[in-house]
Every structure is written in C-alpha cells, then in structure tokens.
C-alpha cells in the first residue's frame, strides 16, 4: 500500500485506516474517526467495512 492512499480513495487503504483509528493501534483510541474511515470505504464497496459498521451498530 503507498504511502497516503486512503487519501487517493482506496477502498482498502480506507478501511484499514478505520481499524487504525478504532482499535487506536499506535494512536489514541477514536471509534467517530474510524467510523468515517469504514463508512468511506463502504461506500466503494470495499466489503468487510459494512460488516464493521454493523457490528459496531450492534455494541
């Protein structure tokens, strides 16, 4: 993955700049941020983001 693609509109990119940010892996913990990044990739398709967002909806 290069460098900055989750702001090219990589779907993949994206989602795991959603895990990033709402496991807070080696940043503070931030489930709003990370919820942006799985809804942005959902929105590409991108197919593990709508099962996160659900099971995030399920908490």
């Known amino acids: ?3 900055q693609s989750h ?3 990589y779907a993949e990119a994206e989602y ?3 895990l990033v940010y709402y496991n807070g892996v080696t940043i ?3 489930d709003k941020t990370g919820l ?4 942005k990739a959902a929105a ?3 197919q ?3 099962e996160m ?3 995030h909806e399920l908490r």
């Open 44 to 46: 590409q398709g991108y």
């Open 7 to 9: 702001r090219a509109g």
């Open 28 to 30: 503070p913990k931030n």
């Open 36 to 39: 942006h990044w799985f809804q």
């Open 16 to 18: 795991k700049m959603g």
């Open 53 to 55: 967002l659900q099971s």
């Open 1 to 3: 993955m290069a460098p």
């Open 48 to 50: 593990p983001a709508p």
